[in-house]
Nanobody, 122 residues
Framework: QVQLVESGGGLVQAGGSLRLSCAAS????????MGWFRQTPGKERAFVAV????????TYADSVKGRFTISRDNAKNTVYLQMNNLKPEDTAVYYC???????????????WGQGTQVTVSS
């Protein structure tokens, strides 16, 4: 069982930055692919970014390419999402997830955090 806890969300003006963190409570963190997804009311959870177990491969949604960066520190059992040049349409609850492979669909991930709210004002 893997427990994931996100932090770092908040309210920011358009053009600003936030860094989300997700801490995992497992000794096998380095074996998992880690992903970030986001969700707004009435919509399905949407892919944002994913990073392979060793950080050697990452993939981004087109909507965040060039603005968001996913990274991980396996020594700290933590994955990060650096979000720059935020836009109002980035407003959502952001979730981190752990899974066995680099995928972009939510159903491919086995463990989820509780989410952290990001609100971008115009």
């Amino acid at each position: 069982q893997v427990q994931l806890v996100e932090s770092g969300g908040g309210l920011v003006q358009a053009g600003g930055s936030l860094r989300l963190s997700c801490a995992a409570s497992t000794r096998t963190f380095s074996l998992y692919t880690m992903g970030w997804f986001r969700q707004t009311p009435g919509k399905e959870r949407a892919f944002v970014a994913v990073i392979a177990w060793n950080g050697g491969r990452s993939t981004y949604a087109d909507s965040v390419k060039g603005r968001f960066t996913i990274s991980r520190d396996n020594a700290k059992n933590t994955v990060y999402l650096q979000m720059n040049n935020l836009k109002p349409e980035d407003t959502a609850v952001y979730y981190c997830a752990a899974g066995p492979a680099v995928r972009t669909t939510a159903s491919e991930f086995d463990y989820w955090g509780q989410g952290t709210q990001v609100t971008v004002s115009s």
